[in-house]
């Protein structure tokens, strides 16, 4: 092969696999949101309750809500028991709320096979209608040195605050 067709090569395998990665970026990102929308998800002690933001949250008021796999990991007080980690697949979901109303999905997932995945978490925010906010590409920057902050609750915050 002369210069000229390994270049063409080399920029034809660019592409290719830019093009793959930006796929695969856009389906984690469709997974997560309909992770967030789901219909079979469990509130925080079982309450469909809007909390107040505590210990410099920067989310404003929400619900949380868990996947059947998170909620299995719960202790009977409802929160992960202290040094306890989640199972893969787990799924936290806080809904954001303004004024009685939804505006923000922020959602952590345990994927650690995830490319996407910074301290095994998959990190993401969303509005109601699917736009993503922060994308998982982000790798979850600025949310991860907020969240390994407090108690060891395999970096969440909310079962110390409430
Ligand atoms: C300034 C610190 C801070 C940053 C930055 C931050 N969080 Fe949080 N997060 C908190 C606190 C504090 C709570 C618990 C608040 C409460 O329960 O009142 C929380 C709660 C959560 C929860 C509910 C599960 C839990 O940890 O209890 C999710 C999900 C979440 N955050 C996702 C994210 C995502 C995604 C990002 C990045 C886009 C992010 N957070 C950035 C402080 C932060």
Redesign the pocket.
Known sequence: MNSTKITFSLCILTIISLAVFSCKKKKTNEALYEDATSGSLSFYKSKDTI?????????GN?K?KFNQTAFNALGADGKLPTGQTFPDGSV???EVYSGGSLVLY???KKDPKSKFASNKWV???YEPNGKV??GVD?E????????T??TN?D????????
């Open positions: 909390w107040d933001p505590k210990g410099g949250s920067p989310h929400f949380l936290i979901v806080k922020a959602i952590m990190w993401g925010e906010k922060f982000k979850g920057k600025g949310c991860v040195s907020c969240h902050g407090g609750r970096l969440t915050q909310s079962f110390d605050l409430h």
